[in-house]
């Protein structure tokens, strides 16, 4: 019982210390138990701090009971126990400041001298009990001075064993770092050795590694793949036992000199595989030197390269051999022809080369199809092979041109005689199929040093005079002569200035009145082309046949409809009554597909009426493509355009077709009118005659005397133009001649 007091009253006293030292200043009660009593007492206390002494002072006294408040007045005892309490308070300030004087002493000297742990030296007047403490203190400082000394000791000494500690977990750790980048590296070799290792058993290319003596140590799988031989066939021996014997000793001292010297050699060998098979490789040799520099190994891989041969072949043939026929083509041809010019120049030779071309084949390829064209084609081919010597060269250029080489002539007859077996050999028939074909072929010859000195002379000459021969009526040969190089560059010339002249507007355009022979009327115009070269007046037959070969007769047929509509707009400005104008279409224009489209936006663009508008036309245009000129005819027939057959009765015509034909007009040419014979009499009165049954009008050209008129005039000829009316007149005279023809 008393064990749990004491417990709550010093729990209650811990609670007062800290109520004392949280206010300083004031004043508590709680319970104490005396020594001689086993009952806790109440006491009070009073307490103040005292600053310069860092220390809170306080006086207790027995509580006051209550019973005793009852028997004394409290006015009469209050001032007396203020009185007492004040005094009390006083006497317990002095004392305990006389008290702890030596303590505070004491602790001021400990903290001056307590970093250099100095003996502490007390006064006499110092109380016994304090000298008591000092000396217990002396001895603690210097047992806590020794036991200082002892731990720094021991200290350093832990210090030591510390960094030693440190150094070796330091060490441990590098050295363990150490071993695993060693483990690392080791399985990194590892794992590059067997990669080197899938690498050398899995290549597709053959392998072999050698001692420095040229004694195979391993090969691979692929070796065996390629050459036929095991590996225990293989290794001990030198690998000169693939050779083929096809290289020189000369091919192999070089390739051990790029060796030595360079540290490796590549290149294409022919080696021989086990069962004898030759097979060409592409060889890489490498050597493999230590850190002194000396040869230890050498290393070489291969692979075999048949098949890249192969196809180099075949590239080849299709790069320099005519795909059809199998001769050779125009970069082959071209090759040899400038080795043979070379040789010929050395020795002071003579070549020719024959330019070949079959007449009329592509009457063939039309009628019977491409197929069969081809196999004439390589029958020609066939045939002409078998009259050539060995030493020329055939080959084919495209279509239906051959060219061949023919070296070491001595003189023009051989060359001639030459160029006639060609022709004799295509004399006989051509069984394609169950047909029976007969080919001709026009030939031109160039000769060198005379006729060329290059390639592209000779082959230019011969095509020449290979033209020549087909204009002088095919199925034979030509002679490349200088008067046709003189020819050529005149046709290149006069090309070249008509596009000039079509881009200045150097062409002008004729106009030649159309009369009626009735009435002797003005009834139209027809548009002629001249050249007006620097003041010089150049009729139509000196450039018409160049713009014809040269493909700008289409630019200069348009030209003259533009030409014509500018004519006819002037005129409609003037106030002047518009007649029709013809305008001859050569055939390449009017066998254009969008002709018509073309001639509409001319139309369109100057504002010209369609019926202001007359084509003419050759019948050998018309009997072209029959079916195209019905359809284009009829489409401009619908359009208000009307159409004439010029030069009727010059070529070949069915009469069939011509009443199809929506034409309105024959025009008999002039030679017919100016022939005097009686044929070409009845030839005219014949076409008049005809011309009245299908309705269609006649005009006869190249009228030029009264009597020519009359007789026309008797057969019933509608119209007549010539020069017996008017020559073919300039823009401002034609109009003067309508505007005259007009007034009368």
């Not at 007046?537 to 018409?544: E, L, M, S, T, V």
């Amino acid at each position: 019982m008393k064990e749990n007091l004491s417990a709550e009253i010093a729990e209650e006293f811990a609670t007062l210390a800290e109520k004392v030292w949280g206010e300083k200043n004031g004043f508590h009660s709680y319970s104490w138990i005396p020594s001689n009593s086993s009952n806790p007492a109440d006491k009070n206390i009073a307490f103040r701090e005292i600053p310069e002494l860092r220390l809170i002072a306080g006086i207790t006294a027995p509580h006051t009971r209550p019973d005793m408040v009852i028997v004394f007045s409290p006015q009469k005892l209050l001032p007396a126990f203020a009185a007492a309490f004040l005094l009390a308070l006083l006497l317990a300030f002095f004392a305990t400041k006389i008290l702890v004087r030596p303590l505070i002493q004491f602790v001021q000297h400990t903290a001056q001298n307590i970093s250099t742990f100095e003996p502490l030296h007390l006064s006499r007047r110092t109380y016994k009990e304090l000298a008591q403490i000092g000396s217990t203190f002396n001895i603690l400082i210097e047992q806590l001075h020794q036991t200082k000394e002892q731990l720094n000791a021991e200290q350093q000494t832990s210090e030591a064993v510390h960094d030693q500690l440190k150094s070796e977990i330091l060490t441990r750790e590098q050295t363990h770092e150490k071993l695993l980048s060693e483990i690392a590296t080791r399985k990194s070799a590892e794992n590059y050795l067997q990669l080197f290792k899938n690498l050398f058993e899995h290549a597709i290319e053959g392998i072999i590694v050698t001692d420095k003596d040229a004694r195979i140590l391993t090969v691979n799988k692929s070796f065996t793949d390629i050459t036929g031989y095991q590996p225990q066939e293989a290794i001990g021996r030198n690998p000169n036992m693939l050779s083929s014997g096809q290289q020189s000793a000369n091919f192999y001292r070089k390739m051990w000199q790029s060796l030595q010297k360079n540290g490796s050699w590549f290149g294409e060998i022919i080696n021989r595989k086990k069962d004898g098979t030759i097979c060409p490789e592409w060889l890489s040799i490498s050597q493999l030197k230590d850190k002194d520099n000396n040869t230890t190994h050498y290393f070489a891989f291969f692979h075999d390269i048949s098949e890249l041969k192969e196809k180099e072949k075949q590239i080849s043939i299709m790069a320099y051999r005519d795909a059809l026929t199998k001769l050779p083509n125009r970069a082959a041809l071209e090759a040899r022809l400038t080795k043979a010019i070379s040789k010929a120049k050395r020795e002071a030779g003579t070549l020719a080369v024959l330019f070949i071309d079959l007449d009329n084949f592509k009457n063939i390829n039309d009628t019977l199809g491409h197929d069969k064209g081809d196999e004439v084609l390589i029958q020609v081919s066939k045939r002409i092979n078998q009259v050539i010597r060995q030493e020329d060269t055939l080959s084919r250029l495209g279509g239906d041109e051959f060219i061949l080489l023919s070296e070491s002539i001595e003189n023009e007859s051989g060359i001639f005689h030459l160029a006639g077996r060609i022709l004799s050999c295509l004399q006989e028939p051509f069984v394609i199929g169950f047909s029976e074909l007969f080919i001709n072929a026009s030939i031109g010859i160039a000769t060198y040093p005379n006729d060329g000195k290059n390639t592209n002379e000779l082959i230019k000459n011969a095509d020449m005079a290979m033209y020549r021969a087909k204009d002088e009526g095919k199925n034979k040969f030509v002679l490349f002569t200088q008067e046709m190089h003189e020819n050529f560059l005149t046709h290149v010339r006069i090309e070249n200035s008509i596009r000039t002249g079509l881009q200045k507007k150097e062409f002008i355009i004729y106009y030649q009145p159309k009369i009626d022979i009735p009435s002797e009327r003005l009834t139209s115009f027809e548009a002629l082309i001249r050249w007006n070269k620097n003041g010089l007046i150049i009729g139509p037959d000196k450039f018409i046949p160049i713009a014809e070969e040269s493909g700008l007769i289409d630019k200069m047929s348009l030209y003259v409809l533009e030409e014509v509509c500018i004519f006819l707009n002037k005129l409609h400005t003037q106030g002047t009554s518009l007649l029709p104008v013809s305008v001859n279409m050569a055939p390449r224009t009017f066998n254009n597909l969008e002709i018509v489209e073309t001639i509409d936006t001319i139309l369109h663009k100057y504002r010209i009426d369609h019926k202001y508008i007359e084509f003419e036309i050759t019948e050998t245009t018309a009997m072209q493509d029959i079916h195209h000129t019905l359809k284009t005819m009829n489409r401009f027939r619908q359009r208000g355009i009307s159409f004439s057959i010029d030069d009727f009765g010059t070529g070949y015509s069915s009469l069939s077709y011509l009443n199809e034909m929506p034409v309105s007009t024959l025009k008999i040419d002039k030679r017919f009118i100016d022939a005097n014979d009686n044929h070409s009499r009845s030839i005219v009165s014949t076409i008049i005659a005809m011309s009245k049954q299908m309705q269609l009008k006649v005009i006869a050209e190249g009228v030029e005397t009264g009597e020519q008129l009359d007789w026309l005039r008797t057969l019933g000829c509608n119209e007549a133009q010539g020069y017996f009316f008017a020559k073919p007149m300039p823009e401002s005279d034609a109009t003067q001649f309508i505007q005259n023809g007009q007034n009368s």
